[in-house]
């Protein structure tokens, strides 16, 4: 089991146009992608990932979880998990999670209440950080990573990664979007699996 | 330099609405995927990659070119490299290259046709090949690399590559969308090329 969270510092918490999710979404797109890269194999999902957006452009914030091992009705295209997304703001989120779509739920509440319910060690991807290559993860056991998206992480939102457990760790020697870097971060997670 | 080139056996070769591209542009959603994961930085280009786009779906077959060295106008949401799919296959295309954007020309032809032109070793991915992490690629040499949409290669193309020097590597032990290989890809050849 892995759950990603990724925080999109301007990604809108109200239904928006999905013919302009880089402009008035707030980069929508790149949440948008990162759940693309999160729950996609070629013909099938990763049922045992759990992808997390943190929705901060608006107030309160908003989170959207997708679920792989429940979610219907997407395809890889930005505007299908964009549509979702969509689907999920028209619900009167509560501070409980509400499903909107199967496997597609969302909730009010902010990156630090996500981390409080989630209660685990923090896998931050950062570019200075270890190279990935390095670390022997346990893949049995459930893994959470964090990643920001274009403006990376705030001083805050690295102090309350701060009050938990945490590793720092990079996916190789060049600054990537945040879908990029989930698929490399999978791809070393399938070779520990595999054991290649 | 690298080159890629992925071919889109139901791209369709006219102007098509960019609020359908996984269905009556005959996902055209994967191509521009490609093209981000292709030229991609987190704040950057790719100037050094050159993407191909083999558009079947419509006769006669189209080849669409973005060179990151020169490409304007191309943000990272699918919509965008869509748009300019869409500005190219506006144009009268002939059997050369005929600039539609900057950065982005179209010419008529099919795989055969760039293969003949671009004339190199081929690297093709394909989930059965070798590990490209055991491999040592000369990265000062211009590579060309070859994949499939969804449905992989047909049995023609590959003859076609059987007709050049090339090898078969894979990027990992699962299935993964064409997109997706590119990212791993380009991290094997950034590290190689960092020497980490």
Same mark, same amino acid.
């Given at each position: 089991?892995?759950?990603?969270?990724?925080?999109g510092h301007k990604?809108?918490?109200?239904?928006?146009?999905?013919?302009?999710?880089?402009?008035?979404?707030?980069?929508?797109?790149?949440?948008?992608?990162?759940?693309?890269?999160?729950?996609?194999?070629? &013909?099938?999902?990763?049922?045992?990932?759990?992808?997390?957006?943190?929705?901060?452009?608006?107030?309160?914030?908003?989170?959207?979880?997708?679920?792989?091992?429940?979610? !219907?009705?997407?395809?890889?295209?930005?505007?299908?998990?964009?549509?979702?997304?969509?689907?999920?703001?028209?619900?009167?989120a509560q501070d409980?999670?509400?499903?909107?779509?199967?496997?597609?739920?969302?909730?009010?509440?902010?990156?630090?209440?996500?981390?409080?319910?989630?209660?685990?060690?923090?896998?931050?991807?950062?570019?200075?950080?270890?190279?990935?290559?390095?670390?022997?993860?346990?893949?049995?056991?459930?893994?959470?990573?964090?990643?920001?998206?274009?403006?990376?992480?705030?001083?805050?939102?690295?102090?309350?990664?701060?009050?938990?457990? &945490?590793?720092?760790?990079?996916?190789?020697?060049?600054?990537? &979007?945040?879908?990029?870097?989930?698929?490399?971060? &999978?791809?070393?997670?399938? !070779?520990?699996?595999k054991r290649i």
């Amino acid at each position: 089991m892995k759950s990603l969270i990724i925080i999109g510092h301007k990604a809108v918490t109200m239904p928006f146009s999905l013919n302009d999710l880089p402009g008035t979404a707030g980069r929508m797109d790149i949440l948008c992608r990162c759940v693309n890269a999160a729950l996609f194999l070629s &013909h099938d999902l990763r049922r045992d990932v759990r992808v997390y957006l943190v929705l901060k452009g608006g107030s309160p914030s908003k989170l959207i979880r997708f679920d792989g091992a429940q979610v !219907r009705y997407l395809s890889p295209d930005e505007r299908s998990a964009a549509s979702l997304v969509k689907k999920a703001l028209e619900k009167n989120a509560q501070d409980f999670w509400t499903e909107s779509t199967p496997g597609v739920s969302i909730r009010k509440g902010d990156f630090e209440d996500l981390l409080k319910e989630l209660n685990k060690k923090v896998i931050y991807l950062r570019e200075d950080g270890v190279d990935i290559r390095g670390k022997k993860f346990d893949v049995s056991e459930e893994l959470l990573f964090v990643l920001g998206d274009h403006e990376g992480l705030t001083g805050d939102e690295e102090k309350i990664i701060g009050g938990y457990e &945490h590793e720092i760790v990079s996916v190789g020697p060049i600054s990537l &979007h945040a879908d990029h870097c989930i698929i490399l971060l &999978h791809n070393e997670m399938d !070779r520990l699996e595999k054991r290649i």
